[in-house]
């Protein structure tokens, strides 16, 4: 990397990044977002897993957010069972094999959550915590602790261990961080902190403001100096800043991350302009939010930059030992959603506290990787078509050179379909070369006129046993 940064190309490449992303403007003159090349790759890579694994994985909690309301016994446990965790049939091969099979292009991973626990070899110690037995109850102790997974028996960077399957398995990588930290009693000043402290200030503390935002800024440091080249940083939850000032201070942690990450797209929280990309979290945009009816500046006028929502795959996030998991249908759905309004859908399951997943996780990855083998072609690497939609159940996606444009069909139109065409309107003023059915080698008649395209559909094709997938099909529509 050069010693000048950013180079006078980088600013010229972040002249064009503001033209196009308006959520980009605002920020200082010396700082630059993630490459060209990087939000490329970050829009190539449709279907993502988003995986929230730590202690809480032990306790049925919603990821950490059981501590918030805890009694200080409850919390004495979660500490005691966090540094004797020992999950031994963690294989980071076996999750990367997982993501392979159920056409999983990219995962992000929880390095540091709520609780405070990292799960990676920080070097950094916790100096004061909160103290929950005898004559300590209730009071701020003193700590010398890493607090992570290299302090419980089981003593593996699980960060490297996934980052390196991640590699081999030619799969993109994202780390997830939050800025908060319920352990650490210097960060005792977040909103939804169990142990909030309405009295700590900068001026009142300022040993205590000094240590959070240097561990907070070496934490970041480590990961993005520590772990190669990243994908995407996912930065959670925000610092208050209206009496500590906290702007300033992460604004230059961001810079610092930029220099050391020039291709990963941080993620906006708590960063705000910042950031590269957002992630709407249990929805999708509307397809006016996403600005999908035409794509082009309107799409991206509206979302400001890129996105990609985020779902859990079951009822939260985290394990939990009675969930429930939604079917693969509703993947494919989304996933489908997602990629013809412009962005990228990343499902969310936790492994079990013995590091493994659960079996109906595998069985949704059965069904996703079966669908997308068969018509992967219509989500990887596209981009939104002119129109987003046609009727309910009919999306459209576009190749990147614009030469094809894919119909995906998420459902037939009737339950028995016996139609022998079908009239895509959206095709309309557009030259049709061809027409394939993607998963078969099927070359479809079709006619074109001022209305649109109609399409003949093999007789065999009625015949759900004899389709690429039992879900929906696919249309390529070759343009001229």
């Avoid at 990855?365 to 009727?391: C, V």
Wanted: aromatic share 12%; proline share 5%; with cysteine.
């Amino acid at each position: 990397m050069s010693t000048t940064f950013p180079t006078p190309e980088q600013l010229a490449a972040e002249q064009r990044k503001q033209a196009k992303y308006p959520e980009y403007r605002g920020v200082d003159s010396d700082y630059v977002h993630a490459s060209e090349q990087g939000i490329d790759k970050f829009l190539d890579r449709k279907f993502g897993l988003r995986i929230h694994w730590g202690p809480y994985c032990m306790f049925n909690f919603r990821e950490s957010w059981g501590l918030p309301n805890a009694g200080h016994e409850r919390h004495a446990e979660y500490e005691k069972r966090a540094l004797s965790w020992n999950p031994q049939k963690f294989n980071a091969d076996e999750w990367m094999a997982m993501m392979k099979n159920g056409g999983v292009q990219f995962f992000s991973f929880t390095t540091k959550h709520h609780d405070g626990f990292s799960m990676y070899d920080t070097k950094t110690r916790i100096r004061r915590r909160m103290g929950h037995e005898g004559a300590d109850r209730g009071r701020i102790v003193d700590s010398d602790l890493a607090y992570s997974i290299m302090e419980t028996p089981f003593k593996r960077d699980v960060v490297r261990e996934l980052v390196d399957a991640g590699r081999r398995h030619d799969l993109g990588i994202g780390l997830y961080y939050s800025h908060i930290d319920w352990l650490d009693m210097d960060f005792r000043c977040d909103q939804w902190n169990p142990h909030l402290d309405n009295g700590y200030t900068p001026q009142n503390d300022p040993d205590g403001y000094a240590r959070m935002i240097a561990r907070h800024r070496e934490q970041l440091r480590e990961l993005c100096a520590n772990y190669g080249p990243l994908d995407v940083i996912s930065l959670d939850m925000n610092l208050p800043d209206e009496k500590f000032g906290f702007t300033k201070d992460i604004i230059e942690t961001v810079k610092m991350m930029r220099r050391l990450q020039p291709d990963a797209l941080i993620r906006n929280r708590g960063i705000g302009a910042y950031g590269d990309h957002h992630t709407p979290e249990r929805k999708l945009p509307s397809e006016k939010e996403a600005g999908a009816v035409h794509y082009d500046q309107l799409n991206l006028a509206k979302m400001g930059r890129p996105w990609k929502a985020i779902y859990p795959g079951s009822i939260n996030f985290s394990y939990m030992s009675y969930d429930e998991y939604k079917p693969g249908e509703w993947i494919i759905d989304n996933l489908v959603d997602a990629t013809a309004k412009g962005g990228t859908f990343q499902v969310g399951y936790g492994p079990a506290p013995d590091g493994t997943f659960h079996a109906d996780v595998k069985n949704r990855f059965e069904y996703t990787g079966a669908w997308l083998r068969a018509y992967g072609e219509a989500i990887y690497a596209t981009r939104p078509f002119d129109t987003y939609q046609e009727g309910r159940h009919v999306r459209y996606t576009k190749s990147k050179d614009g030469k094809s444009v894919y119909a995906i069909f998420l459902r037939w139109p009737s339950g028995h379909f016996v139609v022998e065409s079908l009239k895509l309107a959206a095709l309309a003023g557009k030259k049709v070369a061809s027409v394939s059915l993607l998963g078969t080698d099927e070359k479809l008649k079709f006619k074109q006129d001022e209305n649109g395209v109609s399409t003949d559909i093999p007789a065999w094709f009625r015949d759900e046993e004899k389709r690429p997938s039992r879900k929906g099909a696919v249309l390529k529509f070759t343009l001229a």
